[in-house]
């Protein structure tokens, strides 16, 4: 005597239904991590350019600062847009793919094309939102340190007329010791520029 037992499940329409949700789900993925990537794309484009704007507060910002500020600053502004070009770039590429052909296109091949493609967009996509967040507070301090950092003084210009008549212009400085010779002053005047 054989016994057999039944394996048979009951399918509802239920079932089916989220059979066909999660089949569409997978055969979206790369448009949606697409679509995801073009719109983050566009706000860290919005982000960068509000905080490299943000290091450069006037003009003469930078000129004012002392000089190992000053070098700090750049420094900062050109690692901060450095990481955000590359932020950019990623976001890209995660939103576009990369072109390339496929010779033969089957079931099997287009769904391990698309889930190679949608995991590598992802990624893509993860780091560029890392970096570009970084690069956003890298930005942002650089712009922080122009604005709380005290401009140095505006150093004090002379002319000074010697007794010959040779006019110079400039800063005056102690020489001390390494001073040679003697100069007579007819006048010294402060200018506000030579």
Not at 82 to 103: C, D, I, K
Request: include cysteine; proline fraction near 4%.
């Amino acid at each position: 005597m054989t016994v057999t037992a039944s394996t048979r499940t009951h399918v509802t329409s239920e079932d089916l239904r989220w059979e066909r949700e999660a089949e569409d789900l997978r055969h979206g993925a790369v448009l949606r991590v697409h679509s995801t990537a073009s719109k983050w794309l566009a706000a860290s484009a919005s982000i960068t350019g509000v905080a490299s704007v943000t290091g450069l507060l006037s003009p003469g910002a930078l000129a004012a600062l002392e000089e190992t500020t000053r070098d700090c600053v750049v420094a900062l502004l050109g690692l901060g847009l450095l990481m955000a070009f590359a932020g950019l770039v990623l976001a890209s590429l995660a939103s576009q793919g990369t072109p390339r052909s496929m010779e033969i296109l089957d079931g099997v091949a287009l769904r391990n094309h698309v889930q190679r493609r949608s995991s590598v967009a992802a990624k893509q996509l993860r780091v560029s939102r890392f970096v570009v967040v970084a690069s956003t507070v890298i930005l942002a301090a650089a712009g922080l340190i122009v604005a709380i950092t005290p401009p140095q003084p505006p150093k004090q210009l002379y002319l000074l007329v010697t007794d010959s008549g040779r006019v110079a212009c400039g800063e005056l400085s102690d020489l001390g010791a390494a001073g040679k010779g003697t100069v007579n002053v007819r006048s010294l005047a402060p200018v506000p520029a030579c």
